[in-house]
């Protein structure tokens, strides 16, 4: 996926301004696709400069309000279509995990802690959001529980991973 994808994805549904993708993504498409000020406004100057979003609206302090145009909206569509998911993403943590054995066991076991305390307090935010929403009517709302709901499912098994882990780290022979 690309910010640029996740940009049109947004402004498909309807009018944003720069400041309220920000907003969404911090609450909702940041879980799976982080993306900061620094990077949504250069790539929405680039939306706007190939056709793929309109501005539709002029707001204090210089705001703007775009819109995903017939173009844009195709090309997510297409992109949603036409295209195999990006799935050699990297991933710190578990690089990490292959090097544990470098570590002495009270550090991996430590290491493998603090793992599975930022993950509860990743669940425990993502049943916060599940429990402050109303049950998901429009397909929009249904596709973003399904979102969620795969990030609490994947969230509950690394957590039960960490543990098994952990216990697995303190049977180690000693080196």
């Avoid at 929403?133 to 397909?139: K, L, N, Y």
């Amino acid at each position: 996926m690309s910010l640029r994808h996740a940009l049109l994805g947004m402004l498909a549904e309807g009018p944003y301004t720069g400041w309220g993708l920000l907003k969404h993504f911090e609450g909702s498409l940041g879980y799976a696709w982080p993306a900061l000020h620094s990077q949504i406004y250069p790539e929405l100057a680039r939306l706007r400069e190939t056709g793929l979003i309109e501005q539709v609206g002029e707001g204090p302090r210089g705001s703007k309000t775009y819109e995903a145009t017939a173009a844009g909206r195709e090309q997510v569509w297409r992109w949603l279509r036409e295209t195999e998911p990006d799935r050699g993403t990297r991933n710190d943590p578990l690089l990490r995990i292959f090097f544990l054995w470098l570590l002495d066991d009270e550090d991996a076991v430590a290491w493998l802690e603090r793992e599975e305390a930022y993950l509860t307090g990743l669940l425990a935010e993502l049943d916060a959001i599940v429990a402050a929403e109303p049950p998901p009517a429009s397909r929009r709302e249904r596709s973003f529980r399904l979102a969620l709901e795969l990030g609490r499912a994947t969230t509950r098994a690394r957590i039960e991973w960490a543990r098994a882990a952990r216990d697995d780290v303190r049977g180690w022979p000693a080196v």
